[in-house]
């Protein structure tokens, strides 16, 4: 019978169990985006997850939504991340590098010289905010900015800077990496056929054209890295960000399952719903029908808790397990999950930005001594 602490063979890395660290951005990045060593500590603290998937990391200024999280463009960004992955590996775990374009999701003042975002439209998304400075030069949520629909010049440029971050992955030390396709991101923009207002190669007309983008992001990144470490992050019907209801989401994420079968890819990591969406959204049946679609391993993420895990495991809807929060205040979560250990709350106060305070302050669980 599987169980979640069973070591797994994802391609050919060997997990030591089925838990996985999902991304979580904290904003805690050093000056010019660059990992410090209070990054390598938070991530050596939890490697004893199976793997773990890094905060989103934008692959260039353009690609940025957020204050303070860290890039994968600049030389400098690579020898901050070096930290991390060693400290990492010094404890025996496997890190892959999640690699991200906001798109829309951003402000003209994180921009290169201030332009409006790329997206699949000229609209802004709904009800969304990018972390950045107000007019006063304070720290703020603003909302995001109206975007442009970008220039087939500009796609060709983000395909070509997934190629440089998969070169500076590889240069950093990491055993791979995850192409952020969800939560209202760029690419997600691109495949919902509702966002989605093009009539060109990358257009709605069609899920092949819906999915163009991505799987070229995908091409390119497994062409430095090889397929078998590269997985791939979607949110099929997930409303975060302001992506619209989609009549046309199994239709899309079902041939992207199929395309990326046939291109080898690593995993495919699925959400079951984010933090704006009730969990979950994602259909019971939608699982089954992508299970039959993909061959390679499944990681699911979203509202898990060891015995939803326990069970998704047992349907074989899935092969990975992915925990958000649970892992901000918990960094010995396996070692809890294994004897049963309660689990500390985290707080939300310290999600974003700040310091040591509320990221590598959680301490580990220490049993009472028995005595007798």
């Keep these: 019978m599987k169980a979640l602490f069973d070591s797994y063979q994802l391609g ?41 998937i890094t905060e989103a990391t ?23 991340w070096k930290k991390v992955t060693a400290a990492v590996h010094s404890r025996g775990g496997e890190i892959f590098l999640q690699m991200w374009h906001v798109g829309r999701i951003s402000h003209t003042r994180l921009q290169p010289n201030g332009a409006s975002p790329i997206s699949s439209t000229d609209k802004a998304a709904a009800n969304s905010f990018s972390f950045t400075y107000d007019e006063a030069g304070k720290p703020a949520q603003l909302p995001t900015s109206k975007p442009h629909n970008a220039t087939l010049a500009e796609l060709k440029q983000v395909i070509a800077d997934y190629e440089r971050g998969a070169h500076n992955v590889e240069k950093a030390g990491f055993n791979g990496a995850e192409i952020h396709g969800a939560n209202g991101y760029l690419f997600d923009q691109f495949m919902n ?4 207002e093009r009539n060109d190669e990358y257009g709605n007309q069609a899920k092949e054209t819906r999915t163009r983008l ?15 470490h590269v997985g791939v992050r979607i949110a099929p019907y997930g409303s975060f960000s ?6 046309k989401v199994e239709e899309t994420f079902l041939y992207l399952a199929q395309q990326l079968t046939q291109r080898g890819a690593a995993y495919v990591h699925l959400v079951r719903g984010s933090q704006m969406d009730p969990e979950p ?30 069970q998704l495991l047992a349907d074989n809807i899935a092969d990975l397990f992915g925990f958000g929060s649970l892992y901000i205040s918990n960094p010995d979560l396996v070692e809890r999950f294994k004897n049963n250990w309660p689990l500390t ?19 580990a669980y220490q049993p009472d001594l028995v005595t007798t």
């Design 12 to 52: 050919p890395i060997t997990l030591k169990n089925r838990i996985v660290m999902a991304p979580l951005t904290r904003s805690r990045a050093g000056k010019g985006e660059v990992p410090r060593e209070l990054n390598a500590e938070y991530y050596k603290q939890r490697a004893g997850a199976g793997l773990i």
């Design 58 to 80: 934008q692959v260039s200024q353009q690609g940025q939504g957020y204050l303070w999280t860290p890039g994968i463009f600049t030389q400098e960004q690579v020898e901050g």
């Design 193 to 196: 056929s509702v966002v989605n």
């Design 214 to 228: 991505i799987l070229e992001a995908f091409e390119a990144v497994a062409g430095v890295l090889g397929s078998a």
């Design 242 to 247: 302001g992506m619209a209801p989609d009549p």
């Design 281 to 310: 959204v994602v259909p019971t049946e939608f699982f089954a029908k992508f299970r039959k679609a993909f061959e390679g391993s499944i990681i699911v993420t979203g509202g898990l808790t060891k015995r939803i895990a326990e």
């Design 345 to 363: 709350p985290p707080d939300q106060t310290t999600f974003y930005g700040g310091d040591a305070h509320g990221y590598t302050d959680y301490p």
